[in-house]
T-cell receptor
Framework: AQTVTQSQPEMSVQEAETVTLSCTYDTSESDYYLFWYKQPPSRQMILVIRQEAYKQQNATENRFSVNFQKAAKSFSLKISDSQLGDAAMYFCAYRSLLIIQGAQKLVFGQGTRLTINP | EAQVTQNPRYLITVTGKKLTVTCSQNMNHEYMSWYRQDPGLGLRQIYYSMNVEVTDKGDVPEGYKVSRKEKRNFPLILESPSPNQTSLYFC????????????FGDGTRLSIL
C-alpha cells in the first residue's frame, strides 16, 4: 500500500520570504499523480498544484512550485514571496493511475501547518 | 457553479443516535468518496463509489454505511455513532477520467458525546 509522509508538523516563515514544505511517499508504481492541497481555517480543501509522475518537468502555479524527485520519492512544495493568506494546513497526497478496485483514492500525508509571520 | 454540497456543516449529537450526512454533486461525476480528517493522521478514505449502486470500503469503514441510489447523491450513515467517530468529514467527487482532480465539499464537523 502507498504511504505519504510529511515530517514537518509545523513550519513558519516571514512574510515575503520563501518556504519549502517536505513530502516523501512510498509506492511500487511507476505512474501516479501527486498533489498539494491547502486547508485554510475555513476548512476547505483547495488544490494548490498537481504533478504527473511521467512528466519530468516540475509543476509551477504562480508563486507555488514543486521539486519532484521521482527516484528519491520526494515531492516538496516551495512557496515564494509568502503572503499572509498562505497561512494554512498543507497536505501532500498521492493517487494511483490504476483502474482497479480501491486504487483511485487519495492517500494523504499528516499535514504541515504553515504560519506566516508579518 | 460546479460544487459538492455537504449537510450539515456542524453536528453535535449523542452516542447511539443514528445520523446521516448528505453529499450531493452537480457535475455528473461517477466517482464519489468520503474521507475523515483527524489530527496527525491527515485524511483517510472511509467509503467510495465508482457509480450508481457500486460502493466499496476504503481504509476506515468500520461504523459507517453509504448508499448510491442516484448519481449525484452519496450519503454517509452512522447507524450507532460512538465518540471515536468525532471527526471532520469530507465528501469528494471526480470524473472517471483519471486526469481530473477531486472536488471536495466544505466539510462536516461531527461531535459525538
Amino acid at each position: 500500500a502507498q504511504t505519504v509522509t510529511q515530517s514537518q508538523p509545523e513550519m513558519s516563515v516571514q512574510e515575503a520570504e520563501t518556504v519549502t514544505l517536505s513530502c516523501t511517499y512510498d509506492t511500487s508504481e511507476s505512474d501516479y499523480y501527486l498533489f498539494w492541497y491547502k486547508q485554510p481555517p475555513s476548512r476547505q480543501m483547495i488544490l494548490v498544484i498537481r504533478q504527473e509522475a511521467y512528466k519530468q518537468q516540475n509543476a509551477t502555479e504562480n508563486r507555488f512550485s514543486v521539486n519532484f524527485q521521482k527516484a528519491a520519492k520526494s515531492f516538496s512544495l516551495k512557496i515564494s514571496d509568502s503572503q499572509l493568506g498562505d497561512a494554512a494546513m498543507y497536505f501532500c497526497a498521492y493517487r494511483s493511475l490504476l483502474i482497479i478496485q480501491g486504487a483511485q483514492k487519495l492517500v494523504f500525508g499528516q499535514g504541515t501547518r504553515l504560519t506566516i509571520n508579518p | 457553479e460546479a460544487q459538492v454540497t455537504q449537510n450539515p456543516r456542524y453536528l453535535i449529537t449523542v452516542t447511539g443516535k443514528k445520523l446521516t450526512v448528505t453529499c450531493s454533486q452537480n457535475m455528473n461525476h461517477e466517482y464519489m468518496s468520503w474521507y475523515r480528517q483527524d489530527p496527525g493522521l491527515g485524511l483517510r478514505q472511509i467509503y467510495y463509489s465508482m457509480n450508481v449502486e457500486v460502493t466499496d470500503k476504503g481504509d476506515v469503514p468500520e461504523g459507517y454505511k453509504v448508499s448510491r441510489k442516484e448519481k449525484r447523491n452519496f450519503p454517509l450513515i452512522l447507524e450507532s455513532p460512538s465518540p471515536n467517530q468525532t471527526s471532520l468529514y469530507f465528501c469528494a467527487s471526480r470524473d472517471r477520467d483519471s486526469n481530473q482532480p477531486q472536488h471536495f465539499g466544505d466539510g462536516t464537523r461531527l461531535s459525538i458525546l
